[in-house]
T-cell receptor, first 118, second 114 residues
Framework: GAVVSQHPSWVICKSGTSVKIECRSL??????MFWYRQFPKQSLMLMATSNEGSKATYEQGVEKDKFLINHASLTLSTLTVTSAHPEDSSFYIC??????????????FGPGTRLTVT | KQEVTQIPAALSVPEGENLVLNCSFT??????LQWFRQDPGKGLTSLLL?????REQTSGRLNASLDKSSGRSTLYIAASQPGDSATYLCAVGVSGAGSYQLTFGKGTKLSVIP
């Protein structure tokens, strides 16, 4: 149980184009989903937190107009990188959260999406 | 701001050895702490989750301890195997103001030599 998928697993796009990454919780409903970015040999950095049906909360330094997040259902969140540039090339990982503050709260992570912008 | 540090950054051991990975965090007001495994180019696999009220968790050959007051956690791996080779990430969970966040360390890259 608690499986999270991401699609695509890797994508190459040209500079200036937009790319959409999907994150799905396959066997549970996720009230909250998180998007992370990981540069080579670096740790995961939280980009934004999204709750189903509401606007995402972005971390400081993350441009909300560049990284569009939509969490339209309890099983799907999407991250769209708009007008991508080579410096946006990175490994993007999503996670889906379960439970609440009175219970065990855990994030289940997707397998990641490797984005390369040429 | 919570900061998580993992030492060592890399570790190489012969097969069969027991080993300890270290994680320290600056703010002891945590909700939980998780250890993950990440294989090259892959996502994260959760290994152990310790709630702030717990001292340790065990799963098979893995044992994680938590000393919240000193801001430290250790991951003990017994009888290491080549298949244990991966990067191990420590993440501290903090809740508050309607949000929940994980702050990650940079990881320890483990190589187990056959």
């Amino acid at each position: 149980g608690a499986v999270v998928s991401q699609h695509p697993s890797w994508v190459i796009c040209k500079s200036g184009t937009s790319v959409k990454i999907e994150c799905r919780s396959l066997d549970f409903q996720a009230t909250t989903m998180f998007w992370y970015r990981q540069f080579p040999k670096q740790s995961l950095m939280l980009m934004a937190t999204s709750n189903e049906g509401s606007k995402a909360t972005y971390e400081q330094g993350v441009e909300k107009d560049k990284f569009l997040i939509n969490h339209a259902s309890l099983t799907l969140s999407t991250l769209t990188v708009t007008s991508a540039h080579p410096e946006d090339s990175s490994f993007y990982i999503c996670s889906a959260g379960t439970g609440g503050y009175s219970a065990v709260y855990e994030q289940y992570f997707g397998p990641g999406t490797r984005l390369t912008v040429t | 701001k919570q900061e998580v540090t993992q030492i060592p950054a890399a570790l190489s051991v012969p097969e069969g050895e027991n080993l300890v990975l270290n994680c320290s965090f600056t703010d002891s007001a945590i909700y939980n702490l998780q250890w993950f495994r990440q294989d090259p180019g892959k996502g994260l696999t959760s290994l152990l989750l310790i709630q702030s009220s717990q001292r340790e968790q065990t799963s098979g050959r893995l044992n994680a301890s938590l000393d919240k007051s000193s801001g430290r956690s250790t991951l003990y791996i017994a009888a290491s195997q080549p298949g244990d080779s991966a990067t191990y990430l420590c993440a501290v969970g903090v809740s508050g103001a309607g949000s929940y966040q994980l702050t990650f360390g940079k990881g320890t890259k483990l190589s187990v030599i056959p």
